[in-house]
């Protein structure tokens, strides 16, 4: 993380509500620049409406958030688009379009926002197919043909199409085989490292947050009840939170992590 005094995304006051349901009451968090950033939380927290908010697919009831200092309810149209550029998102099971093959779904925001074609953005799309550690002929198959890991890897690769400083990832390795869940994590540690990235994870999964997290957030009592370190939260004293830090699955995670 390079400056805890520079937030990239600044969240205040978040209301969400469904109906009679209030998911978020006065949720507040900041995400630094250059960090990877937990979201943890029981079932019904609200860890995805959070993400959805901040990328405008969720219309808060009420709250701020900035992103790169834009406050996002008050921006233009054009103002939007020129931040939505400056972010990926990667959603569950890589939300790829079927109909189109790994490089044409790549290819898609490059096109529409650059107006690129032809064979440098067959080059461009090559380019990011490799960076996620596809191997090149990944690129001509459609996400029916790729297991759930590679279909993963081209939904990231599609989240990086546009060099974002910010990236979106929700439950990125829900699903996946230890093996396959412990490759992702260090994916995204390496290219948050190499990219310079700003990394907004929703995960469930302990050996995620100990292999590639530097800070998490906790969602409880519908706002952010603890930011900090591993080691911050399991000094933390809260039921929800010391039955997710301590319990064995926890105790597995970090033995795994020390062998």
């Known amino acids: 993380m390079s400056s805890a005094s520079e937030p990239v995304i600044r969240v205040r006051g978040l209301v969400n509500r469904f109906g009679a349901q209030i998911v978020h009451d006065g949720l507040d968090l900041d995400v630094y620049r250059g960090e990877v950033l937990g979201i943890v939380g029981g079932s019904g927290t609200g860890k995805s409406v959070l993400l959805r908010s901040i990328v405008g697919l969720n219309r808060p ?12 309810g008050r921006a233009s149209a054009a103002q939007r688009e020129a931040i939505e ?21 790549v290819g898609v925001p490059i096109r529409e926002h ?35 890991g590679m ?41 948050q490292r190499n990219l310079g990235l700003t990394v907004f994870m929703v995960t469930h999964d302990l ?22 370190t591993y080691q911050d939260m399991m000094a933390f004293d809260h039921p929800w939170v010391r039955e997710y830090f301590h319990g064995p699955r926890a105790r597995a995670a970090l033995a795994t992590a020390a062998e």
């Open 114 to 148: 650059y107006g690129i074609s032809g064979g440098l953005l067959d080059k461009i799309t090559a380019l990011k197919v490799t960076l996620v550690g596809l191997p090149p002929d990944a690129g001509k198959k459609y996400p029916s043909e790729l297991s759930g």
């Open 61 to 72: 009831a009420a709250g701020t958030i900035e992103v790169f200092g834009q406050d996002m």
């Open 151 to 191: 279909r993963k890897r081209a939904g990231l690769a599609r989240a990086l199409a546009l060099d974002p400083e910010i990236v979106f990832l929700d439950e990125p390795t829900a699903g996946l085989d230890p093996i396959g869940a412990a490759a992702f994590d260090n994916l995204i540690r390496e290219l």
């Open 207 to 228: 050996d995620t947050l100990i292999a590639t997290c530097d800070r998490i957030a906790v969602l409880a009592e519908r706002k952010v009840i603890v930011t900090g």
């Open 85 to 105: 550029q400056r972010w990926g998102v990667l959603f569950q099971d890589g939300a790829l379009f079927s109909s189109m093959t790994v490089a044409e779904n």
